[in-house]
C-alpha cells in the first residue's frame, strides 16, 4: 500500500464518520495472503485488540474467505462474531478489490445502534472501496 492509498483510507474515514455519525469506529484492514491474515490499517475509533486477525477468523477473516460483503445488524447473534468493543451492535464489513481483481483490503464499521446499514449506506461504502481499490498498485 503505498501513501497515497494510505491518504485516501484516512481521507474516506474521517468523511464517512461525519456523514454517519452512528459510525462509531471506522477502520481499513489490508490483507497479508502470504500469511493469511489481516492486519489493521488506517481507522478512527477507539483502540482495539485486534491488529492482526487470521483468514476465516471473526466477521472480518470470514470476508477475507469469502470477498463478499458481510453485514450484521445485530452481532449478539453472530456465531463467528469476535468483539472489539462490548458496545458494537452492528456491523458492516466490505471486500476492497485492486485493478485486477483481487482482494486487497476491507472496510470495517462498527455501530453502537442495531440496524445501521440500510441499503443506501451500504451502497455508499461500496463505492468508498471501489475507490480505494481503483488506487491499488498505483
Request: glycine share 8%; proline share 3%; with cysteine.
Amino acid at each position: 500500500m503505498n501513501q497515497r492509498v494510505k491518504s485516501a483510507m484516512e481521507s474516506a474515514l474521517k468523511k464517512l464518520q461525519k456523514k454517519h455519525d452512528n459510525f462509531d469506529w471506522v477502520g481499513f484492514y489490508i490483507m497479508n495472503n502470504e500469511t493469511n491474515t489481516l492486519h489493521l490499517g488506517p481507522y478512527i475509533g477507539a483502540a482495539t485488540d485486534h491488529v492482526e486477525i487470521p483468514y476465516g477468523k471473526g466477521i472480518c477473516g470470514q470476508v477475507a474467505v469469502s470477498g463478499e460483503i458481510y453485514h450484521s445488524s445485530d452481532v449478539s447473534k453472530e456465531d463467528n462474531y469476535i468483539a472489539c468493543s462490548i458496545d458494537t451492535k452492528s456491523e458492516l464489513v466490505l471486500p476492497i478489490y485492486d485493478k485486477n481483481g483481487t482482494l486487497v483490503a476491507q472496510l470495517d464499521i462498527d455501530s453502537h445502534e442495531k440496524e445501521t446499514f440500510t441499503p443506501d449506506v451500504i451502497v455508499s461504502c461500496e463505492e468508498v472501496c471501489a475507490e480505494i481499490g481503483g488506487m491499488w498498485g498505483e
